[in-house]
């Protein structure tokens, strides 16, 4: 009889945040494939590293996704915490509410946005604390309980939804695949050309920048993996350039990308 899961509480991963997986040197490296000039080399660096970075998130996360059935525990269980949390904290008497606010810690935490708008207008005027103050943080903390509580039933609602890899292809080379599209994109945004897959020799500039790039995110990947990838990407371009390319009318040839 196989185990229930169970939720993982306190468990702990690696950090990310470390070196950069791709140095400024490699990326103009990879620009110069893609003979971006000097005027567009901005843009293109800034383009390419934001690529690089949800890369990164998204590589990790699949290497240390927590299984499905463990989500679910922990997102059971706190749904029904913070639902308690949410109706205890609405069905509070008064007397109890006006004795915990003039305990509460009458200050926004540091990196809290949502505070109230004329809290510090409000103090810098009296010069002191205001009473009211801490009803109005204990107000916004219960709405935090209630969003909280909706978010984790949402969560629940939709766990297990998301769109998995399918004829084979391991979701644990997601990540390349999404990493290819984007490149794909990336080149035809800064070449004017479309990404197509060549079988000559030295005809696939397209497909060797994104090949380039994606030996450099994961540098652990086969030459399987890359031309899945790529075959990937191919399909994603050809696919976006039929929808947005009207039908050639007689004579008409199609327009290029620019």
């Known amino acids: 009889m196989a185990k229930k899961p169970k939720p993982e509480w306190g468990k702990s991963y690696p950090g990310l945040g470390g070196e950069e997986l791709v140095s400024q040197e490699q990326a103009l490296r990879l620009a ?21 970075h949800e890369f990164e998130t998204k590589d990790y996360r699949q290497r240390y996704e927590t299984p499905i059935g463990s989500q679910r525990a922990t997102l059971e269980e706190l749904k029904k915490l913070s639902s308690q949390l949410q109706e205890r904290m609405s069905q509070m008497d008064q007397t109890t509410r ?64 998301e769109r998995r890899a399918k004829g084979g292809a391991p979701a644990r080379f997601a990540p390349l695949r999404w990493a290819a599209d984007r490149l794909a994109g990336l ?23 994104v090949a380039t790039a994606l030996k450099m995110l994961m540098p652990g990947a086969t030459g399987a ?24 009318k007689r004579g008409v040839s199609a327009p290029e990308i620019g």
């Open 32 to 52: 110069k494939r893609a003979n971006v000039p000097a005027s567009r080399m901005n843009s293109f660096l800034e383009e390419l590293f934001d690529i690089f």
């Open 98 to 161: 006006i004795r915990i606010a003039g305990h509460y810690e009458a200050k926004t935490l540091s990196h809290e946005l949502d505070a109230p708008p004329d809290l510090e207008r409000r103090r810098k005027v009296t010069r002191s604390e205001l009473p009211q103050d801490r009803h109005m943080l204990l107000k916004r903390d219960a709405e935090h309980v209630r969003r909280f509580a909706g978010a984790v039933a949402t969560t629940l609602r939709f766990l297990g939804d």
């Open 187 to 209: 080149w035809e945004q800064y070449t004017g050309l479309r990404f197509t897959i060549s079988r000559k020799r030295g005809k696939d500039k397209a497909a060797a920048f």
């Open 225 to 248: 993996n890359i031309a899945t990838a790529l075959r990937f990407a191919a399909s994603r371009r050809a696919a976006e350039w039929r929808n947005k390319t009207p039908p050639k």
